[in-house]
């Protein structure tokens, strides 16, 4: 993989208009992800951005490296074989909750669970936004849309849950109206070495407007986002309230002259426990989690497989393609 560390933002602007709705929260994640990469300092020619089908799979025509619009729900299995025959490359996987969740599913969570060496990012929108506002598998239960006019009575998905479900190796949150975060989310994702997986919260202002509201708007978001921070104590709310665990059943205290700061939970991202424990703080009392909640080291698919192959050769030498499709049993017909 080569650097290049004169690139800027604008390096990665294609020439390509881009068609979002105004006021998408696609345009966010497009522009934060345009800023981290100059500082990731990884040449063009070695980044990869591919996705399925929705609208934030037109993520790689914006993105002035290579990339790929594919099936839908099939860019999980596209990337594993790009990324198997050629490791180097920085791979990026762009999907929605419709993409990734629904047809995409299966695919998804074999991805996870092989620990491929790539980022995962899920626009997580709440809905279906291309097809014109259906409901999609993260809508809440009772969702009033065109194909579901009396209310869906499917249970959401909850998207970290099933990441951690799925043994990833890196689980995280953020969301299109805090871009600092996001970046700060983006880098660590290309940092790690296996599947990073990051749901990232997105304002489809057409057809969901104002889902997210409690987590980013100024007078909402301090009393129910719960930013996650390796080694220091669960503490929201300005500071007045704090998480404290009872065995493991989580708890919301006030901070006061009664609770100290050393009675909170720290933050252990290497603790699949208390990661899993997190993402159940959903649609509940308990605020919601913004952050890294799991990372751990394992061994990456195409190590794995390179190394088996090399040990093949080693054991029975490279072999012979024609050999191999005749078989032991084949006979040529005069």
């Given amino acids: 993989m080569e650097l290049d560390t004169n690139l800027t933002a604008r390096d990665f602007n294609s020439d390509q208009e881009v068609k979002w709705c105004p006021g998408c929260g696609d345009y966010s994640i497009l522009k934060q992800m345009q800023s981290v990469l100059p500082e990731i300092g990884i040449a063009r020619k070695d980044l990869v951005f ?42 990026w996987v762009i999907t929605g909750d419709g993409d990734g969740l629904s047809i995409g599913g299966n695919h998804l969570m074999h991805l996870l669970r092989r620990n491929v060496d790539l980022n995962v990012l899920l626009f997580n929108n709440e809905i279906y936004g291309l097809t014109k506002g259906q409901y999609s598998p993260t809508s809440e239960s009772g969702k009033r849309t065109k194909s579901s006019p009396l209310g869906s009575v499917d249970h959401p998905f909850n998207p970290l849950a099933l990441a951690l479900g799925a043994d990833a190796t890196f689980v995280a949150r953020s969301i299109d109206r805090d871009p600092k975060h996001l970046r700060e989310i983006l880098a660590k994702s290309h940092q790690h070495k296996g599947t990073s997986f990051v749901e990232v919260y997105q304002n489809c202002n057409v057809f969901n407007d104002g889902t997210f509201l409690n987590f980013s708007d100024k007078k909402l978001k301090d009393q129910n986002i719960l930013h996650l921070e390796e080694g220091k104590a669960l503490i929201y709310a300005n500071g007045s309230k704090g998480i404290r665990l009872n065995g493991l059943k989580p708890e919301i205290v006030d901070l006061d002259a009664s609770v100290s700061e050393s009675e909170l939970w720290i933050h252990d991202s290497s603790d699949a426990t208390k990661a899993y424990l997190l993402s159940r703080f959903f649609d509940n009392e308990f605020p919601r989690p913004f952050g890294i909640f799991y990372q751990e080291a394992r061994a990456v698919y195409e190590d794995l497989m390179l190394d088996q192959i090399e040990e093949s050769q080693n054991r029975f030498g490279e072999g012979d393609l024609d050999e191999l499709l005749e078989g032991q049993r084949s006979w040529i017909v005069d």
């Fill in 50 to 91: 591919i996705s399925g089908i929705g609208c934030s799979s037109r993520f790689p025509y914006y993105m002035n490296t290579y990339g790929m619009h594919s099936i839908h729900g099939r860019a999980p299995a596209i990337a594993t074989g790009l990324k198997a025959t050629n490791p180097d490359l920085s791979l």
